[in-house]
């Protein structure tokens, strides 16, 4: 295309903004080259049904929680309300930008400020940063918290402890942030082995993380034992949320003893689960911890809301502005719209969901190493040919949508949520017993292993796309 020397052109309006365009001559239709020329000109015509019918087929395709059940164990997959995206969607929180300033602002930053509060008042905190926008953001943020304050008072702790039933991601989080990780074994019960916490609780320990109930989606009943270890030591106490879905409005972690604590707002409070982003995880603390919280936090000053950068020992800030804005309004709204009652009674109703399912299964036959417990928001069985029949078995299980193989080898892990029904959980539990079934019969496994699976997309090597990810396709 010939170049031509183009100025660009600036109005100034009557309010002192100015605009810019370029002028009409600037570009011409001879300057376009042949090449480039639309051969058959138009495009071709669909009608609306065909390209509404289009986009429907593709969504079908994929796996969906408006038709399907997602009892992914330790992750909850629970359905989102749609209301919360329309109330996130309105333009008083969609259409403003981070730099505007604080006075043309004041709903958002108000919206911020309420959901502190409320999160405080859940979790037994007193103050949250709204900032991390993950769970494992969460965690660093919080590691990174306790590692400031004992800085501030001139100890050096190295280490940091979490148990063998804790969070997949908090030993990637403590060894990211230079600690070192030291692993707290589980007894026999699938609870904290108070005697092997006592012995590596040391002062060279900074915190001690904690996920209750643990991921084998059972309470440990000994939390005030554990957190008196840790605080005996001048320890500090994480609480990684990942679970909060079981326990919100039952007790708050902040009165057991738990120093730190970070929330997954797209598992508990009807946010989108972003598969990796955007999601949201605050992190809070207790009051002498406060003063250590990222910047800026949202203050009430007399009627306005402000933005607070005078922390004194603050660690910074850990994402550009505040934090992924629409997933907090979408957890504020469900807050709203559910109440302390309804945020009870959805914790209450995932546990029965999941004791119905371990219940119901124990009478089919599965095994669950830890069946003479009530389970919480989860249940985890075992199954004896899970490594027998490593790739066959896995495949066909992973068709139901549960964890395999954490949080040990063999274990198969299922959250059903609250917001399936009792029918929705008896089909899931019926699909459990045909698969059993088929992977015990040599003749269905044999057939099975002959049998050609075609798909519209062809299935990628999930471990080497996980350890490779190559976002454009193979040239011929």
Not at 20 to 47: C, F, H, M, N
Not at 283 to 297: Q, R
Request: aromatic share 10%.
């Amino acid at each position: 295309m010939e170049k031509e020397n183009v100025k660009l052109i600036f109005k100034e309006s009557q309010d002192g903004r100015v605009a810019y365009s370029l002028p009409k001559t600037a570009i011409k239709k001879k300057d376009l080259l042949g090449e480039y020329k639309r051969k058959t000109p138009g495009l071709p015509e669909v009608s609306e049904r065909q390209i509404a019918g289009h986009y429907q087929n593709l969504a079908d395709l994929n796996f969906c929680p408006y038709s399907e059940m997602d009892p992914l164990g330790s992750c909850t997959m629970k359905y989102n309300p749609p209301l919360m995206e329309a109330l996130a969607s309105l333009p008083g929180f969609l259409n403003i930008h981070p730099y505007q300033n604080e006075s043309t602002i004041q709903g958002a930053l108000e919206a911020m400020y309420f959901l502190d509060l409320y999160l405080c008042e859940i979790v037994g905190m007193a103050k949250f940063t709204l900032q991390p926008s993950a769970g494992a953001h969460g965690e660093s943020t919080g590691i990174m918290i306790g590692g400031a304050y004992f800085t501030s008072k001139a100890e050096k702790r190295t280490k940091i402890l979490a148990p063998d039933s804790s969070h997949g991601t908090n030993p990637a989080s403590i060894t990211n942030l230079g600690f070192e990780y030291e692993q707290v074994n589980s007894n026999g019960q699938g609870w904290v082995d108070l005697k092997d916490l006592e012995k590596r609780m040391t002062e060279d320990v900074a915190i001690f993380m904690l996920t209750n109930p643990n991921t084998y989606g059972l309470f440990d009943p000994n939390i005030d034992k554990i957190a008196e270890i840790i605080h005996r030591k001048g320890g500090l106490l994480y609480y990684d949320g990942a679970n909060l879905n079981a326990i919100m409005g039952k007790y708050r972690p902040g009165d057991l003893g738990f120093d730190i604590a970070h929330i997954n707002l797209h598992k508990t409070f009807g946010t989108p689960h972003g598969m990796g982003g955007p999601g949201a995880g605050p992190t809070g603390v207790v009051e002498k911890l406060k003063d250590f919280l990222p910047i800026p936090t949202v203050e009430k000053q007399g009627e306005k809301y402000t933005l607070n950068y005078s922390l004194e020992h603050t660690i910074g800030k850990v994402k550009a502005f505040y934090g992924n804005y629409s997933i907090l309004t979408k957890a504020f709204a469900y807050i709203l719209m559910l109440g302390p009652e309804g945020l009870r009674k959805v914790s209450e109703t995932a546990v029965v969901h999941a004791n119905y399912m371990q219940e119901k299964l124990k009478k089919k036959g599965f095994k669950f190493p830890y069946g003479d417990q009530h389970c919480m928001h989860e249940c985890v069985m075992k199954h004896e040919n899970i490594n027998t029949l490593g790739h066959l078995l896995s495949e066909y299980f992973k068709k139901l949508q549960a964890t395999i193989h954490f949080p040990e080898a063999n274990f198969y892990m299922i959250e059903p949520t609250e917001t399936e029904t009792k029918e929705s959980i008896d089909e899931y539990i019926e699909a459990m017993v045909e698969v059993d079934k088929a992977i015990k019969d040599p003749i269905v496994m044999e057939e099975l292993e002959k049998r050609k699976t075609f798909t519209p997309i062809r299935k990628i090597n999930a471990k080497k796309g996980m350890a490779r990810p190559c976002l454009r396709e193979k040239e011929d």
